[in-house]
């Protein structure tokens, strides 16, 4: 089980992220660019996710495209999921109750990667 203060401590260990907000939420960037934020889910979210839909707090993190994307929601169905707002959009959703320490530090670091410019890459 992970918690927003171990996502700020993963995310800000990592190169060159500071933390911001978008649309009000919580978010840590990389050059500007949003690898991870706090999605909260909305009435409509949750009525297509119906029972599937978590009581617990949701992040977004971005994916190295579909393939990636495909990949990690077959991985890790118990932690990782998606909704149709994100249909076509680089990004999973995570359960935050769900996601180990390992796993979330994994998500972040390839998030971060997904974004990082290459400059920051190449260190």
Not at 101 to 121: F, H, I, K, Q
Request: hydrophobic share 40%; aromatic share 8%.
């Amino acid at each position: 089980m992970a918690t927003w203060d171990d996502v700020e401590r993963t995310a800000t260990g990592l190169p060159s992220v500071e933390e911001g907000t978008t649309w009000g939420n919580r978010c840590w960037k990389v050059a500007g660019k949003t690898f991870v934020w706090v999605r909260p889910l909305g009435k409509k979210d949750r009525a297509q996710l119906g029972d599937a839909a978590p009581d617990g707090e949701v992040m977004a993190v971005r994916v190295d495209g579909e393939g990636g994307k495909a990949e990690l929601l077959a991985a890790e169905p118990e932690v990782c999921f998606t909704i149709p707002h994100f249909d076509g959009y680089p990004a999973v959703l995570v359960r935050l109750d769900d996601v180990d320490g390992t796993l979330l530090a994994e998500l972040l670091e390839d998030a971060w990667r997904s974004v990082a410019p290459p400059r920051l890459l190449a260190d």
